[in-house]
Protein backbone atom coordinates (compact mmCIF):
# COMPACT_ATOMS: atom_id res chain seq x y z
CA UNK A 1 0.00 0.00 0.00
CA UNK A 2 1.30 3.75 -0.36
CA UNK A 3 1.48 6.52 1.49
CA UNK A 4 -1.74 7.77 0.99
CA UNK A 5 -3.79 4.63 1.74
CA UNK A 6 -1.70 5.04 5.08
CA UNK A 7 -2.57 8.49 5.82
CA UNK A 8 -5.82 8.21 5.13
CA UNK A 9 -6.49 4.92 7.13
CA UNK A 10 -5.13 7.06 10.15
CA UNK A 11 -7.30 10.16 9.33
CA UNK A 12 -10.37 7.89 9.33
CA UNK A 13 -8.96 6.16 12.87
CA UNK A 14 -8.06 8.62 14.37
CA UNK A 15 -11.63 10.94 13.29
CA UNK A 16 -13.75 7.55 14.34
CA UNK A 17 -12.43 5.89 16.91
CA UNK A 18 -14.15 6.50 19.60
CA UNK A 19 -17.31 6.79 18.55
CA UNK A 20 -16.96 3.23 16.75
CA UNK A 21 -15.35 1.79 19.96
CA UNK A 22 -18.49 3.67 21.69
CA UNK A 23 -20.89 1.68 19.67
CA UNK A 24 -18.91 -1.40 20.27
CA UNK A 25 -19.02 -0.88 24.64
CA UNK A 26 -23.15 -0.11 24.26
CA UNK A 27 -23.44 -3.73 22.42
CA UNK A 28 -21.10 -6.11 24.08
CA UNK A 29 -20.90 -7.62 27.21
CA UNK A 30 -18.09 -7.26 28.20
CA UNK A 31 -14.90 -4.59 27.26
CA UNK A 32 -12.69 -7.36 25.42
CA UNK A 33 -15.55 -8.24 23.10
CA UNK A 34 -16.12 -4.29 22.45
CA UNK A 35 -11.77 -4.15 21.75
CA UNK A 36 -11.74 -7.31 19.56
CA UNK A 37 -15.37 -5.81 17.75
CA UNK A 38 -13.16 -2.08 17.10
CA UNK A 39 -9.84 -4.04 15.94
CA UNK A 40 -11.62 -6.33 13.62
CA UNK A 41 -13.80 -3.58 12.23
CA UNK A 42 -10.39 -1.37 11.44
CA UNK A 43 -8.46 -4.58 9.91
CA UNK A 44 -11.63 -4.66 7.65
CA UNK A 45 -11.61 -1.11 6.90
CA UNK A 46 -7.75 -1.35 6.55
CA UNK A 47 -8.08 -4.44 4.10
CA UNK A 48 -11.05 -2.61 2.40
CA UNK A 49 -9.39 0.78 1.95
CA UNK A 50 -10.32 1.22 -1.43
CA UNK A 51 -13.92 0.74 -0.51
CA UNK A 52 -13.87 3.09 2.46
CA UNK A 53 -15.93 6.20 1.61
CA UNK A 54 -14.82 9.96 2.21
CA UNK A 55 -15.34 12.01 4.29
CA UNK A 56 -18.30 11.96 7.43
CA UNK A 57 -19.41 8.86 4.89
CA UNK A 58 -16.48 6.48 6.45
CA UNK A 59 -18.25 6.94 9.77
CA UNK A 60 -21.45 5.43 8.61
CA UNK A 61 -19.41 2.99 6.42
CA UNK A 62 -17.74 1.85 9.71
CA UNK A 63 -20.82 1.54 11.43
CA UNK A 64 -21.96 -1.27 9.08
CA UNK A 65 -18.92 -2.98 9.46
CA UNK A 66 -18.86 -3.21 13.34
CA UNK A 67 -22.92 -4.17 13.19
CA UNK A 68 -21.67 -7.00 10.61
CA UNK A 69 -18.73 -7.85 12.71
CA UNK A 70 -21.18 -7.85 15.98
CA UNK A 71 -23.43 -10.14 14.57
CA UNK A 72 -20.62 -12.49 13.42
CA UNK A 73 -19.11 -12.64 17.42
CA UNK A 74 -23.27 -13.02 18.29
CA UNK A 75 -23.62 -15.87 16.24
CA UNK A 76 -20.53 -17.82 17.31
CA UNK A 77 -21.65 -17.09 21.10
CA UNK A 78 -24.96 -18.53 20.32
CA UNK A 79 -23.41 -21.27 18.96
CA UNK A 80 -21.42 -21.96 22.51
CA UNK A 81 -24.32 -20.64 24.83
CA UNK A 82 -28.00 -20.34 24.42
CA UNK A 83 -28.45 -17.29 27.04
CA UNK A 84 -29.66 -13.99 24.96
CA UNK A 85 -27.07 -11.08 24.34
CA UNK A 86 -27.99 -8.11 26.72
CA UNK A 87 -26.29 -4.94 27.75
CA UNK A 88 -23.03 -5.10 30.02
CA UNK A 89 -24.12 -4.33 33.39
CA UNK A 90 -21.17 -2.13 34.08
CA UNK A 91 -21.98 0.35 31.37
CA UNK A 92 -25.35 0.17 32.91
CA UNK A 93 -23.98 1.20 35.96
CA UNK A 94 -21.40 3.46 34.54
CA UNK A 95 -24.92 5.41 32.98
CA UNK A 96 -27.16 4.93 35.71
CA UNK A 97 -23.72 7.03 38.24
CA UNK A 98 -24.37 9.90 35.43
CA UNK A 99 -28.36 10.35 37.05
CA UNK A 100 -29.29 12.09 40.08
CA UNK A 101 -29.66 9.48 43.22
CA UNK A 102 -33.75 9.81 42.84
CA UNK A 103 -33.14 9.05 38.86
CA UNK A 104 -31.35 5.78 39.39
CA UNK A 105 -34.30 3.26 40.11
CA UNK A 106 -36.24 4.69 37.08
CA UNK A 107 -32.98 4.48 35.25
CA UNK A 108 -32.58 0.29 35.70
CA UNK A 109 -36.04 0.50 35.70
CA UNK A 110 -36.09 1.64 31.97
CA UNK A 111 -32.51 -0.24 31.44
CA UNK A 112 -34.82 -2.95 31.83
CA UNK A 113 -37.57 -2.69 29.75
CA UNK A 114 -34.74 -1.86 27.06
CA UNK A 115 -32.99 -4.61 27.27
CA UNK A 116 -36.54 -6.66 26.98
CA UNK A 117 -36.78 -5.53 23.58
CA UNK A 118 -35.53 -6.99 20.31
CA UNK A 119 -32.23 -6.65 19.18
CA UNK A 120 -33.54 -4.96 16.17
CA UNK A 121 -35.58 -2.26 17.98
CA UNK A 122 -33.16 -1.83 20.17
CA UNK A 123 -30.40 -1.14 17.56
CA UNK A 124 -32.73 0.88 16.03
CA UNK A 125 -33.38 3.39 18.98
CA UNK A 126 -29.46 3.09 19.80
CA UNK A 127 -28.67 4.36 16.50
CA UNK A 128 -30.96 7.59 17.05
CA UNK A 129 -29.96 7.82 20.89
CA UNK A 130 -26.49 6.64 21.62
CA UNK A 131 -24.90 7.75 17.73
CA UNK A 132 -27.22 10.45 17.11
CA UNK A 133 -27.73 8.94 13.68
CA UNK A 134 -30.83 10.34 10.76
CA UNK A 135 -32.74 8.37 9.60
CA UNK A 136 -30.71 9.02 6.09
CA UNK A 137 -27.70 8.03 8.36
CA UNK A 138 -29.05 4.58 9.73
CA UNK A 139 -30.80 3.40 6.39
CA UNK A 140 -27.02 3.77 5.21
CA UNK A 141 -25.43 1.72 8.17
CA UNK A 142 -28.31 -0.89 7.94
CA UNK A 143 -28.47 -0.95 4.14
CA UNK A 144 -31.87 -0.16 3.09
CA UNK A 145 -34.31 2.62 2.17
CA UNK A 146 -34.82 6.09 4.41
CA UNK A 147 -38.80 5.23 4.68
CA UNK A 148 -37.87 1.48 5.44
CA UNK A 149 -36.31 2.99 8.31
CA UNK A 150 -38.81 5.30 9.36
CA UNK A 151 -41.60 3.02 9.52
CA UNK A 152 -39.38 0.76 11.86
CA UNK A 153 -38.28 3.61 14.22
CA UNK A 154 -41.83 4.68 14.42
CA UNK A 155 -42.50 0.89 15.06
CA UNK A 156 -39.68 0.79 17.55
CA UNK A 157 -40.72 3.20 19.57
CA UNK A 158 -44.48 2.27 20.03
CA UNK A 159 -42.83 -0.97 21.34
CA UNK A 160 -40.66 0.72 23.88
CA UNK A 161 -43.43 2.76 24.74
CA UNK A 162 -45.94 0.06 24.96
CA UNK A 163 -43.56 -1.85 27.56
CA UNK A 164 -42.39 1.02 29.17
CA UNK A 165 -46.48 1.92 29.97
CA UNK A 166 -46.75 -2.57 31.00
CA UNK A 167 -43.66 -1.64 33.59
CA UNK A 168 -46.12 1.14 35.27
CA UNK A 169 -43.20 3.32 33.67
CA UNK A 170 -44.83 6.48 32.17
CA UNK A 171 -43.49 9.84 31.39
CA UNK A 172 -43.81 13.28 30.36
CA UNK A 173 -42.27 14.74 27.65
CA UNK A 174 -40.52 16.14 30.08
CA UNK A 175 -38.84 13.66 32.04
CA UNK A 176 -35.41 12.68 30.75
CA UNK A 177 -34.81 9.28 31.79
CA UNK A 178 -37.15 7.80 29.40
CA UNK A 179 -36.66 9.96 26.22
CA UNK A 180 -34.49 8.94 23.51
CA UNK A 181 -33.06 12.48 22.53
CA UNK A 182 -34.42 13.22 19.08
CA UNK A 183 -31.21 14.48 17.77
CA UNK A 184 -31.58 15.89 14.20
CA UNK A 185 -34.95 15.46 12.55
CA UNK A 186 -35.94 11.97 11.29
Known sequence: MDDNHHIRFEKVYLDTYEQILGYAIRRC????DAADVVAETFEIAWRRIEDLPAGGEA????YG???????????GRLRHRSRHTTL?????????????????????????V???LSDDDRELLSLVAWEGLDAAEIARVLGC??????????????????????????????????????????
Open 59 to 62: RLWL
Open 114 to 116: FRG
Open 65 to 75: VARNVLAGHRR
Open 145 to 186: SRNAVRIRLHRARKRFAHRLAAADLTFTPMTRTAQIPAGRPL
Open 88 to 112: DEDVVAFYARTAPSDERLEFTQVAD
Open 29 to 32: DCAQ
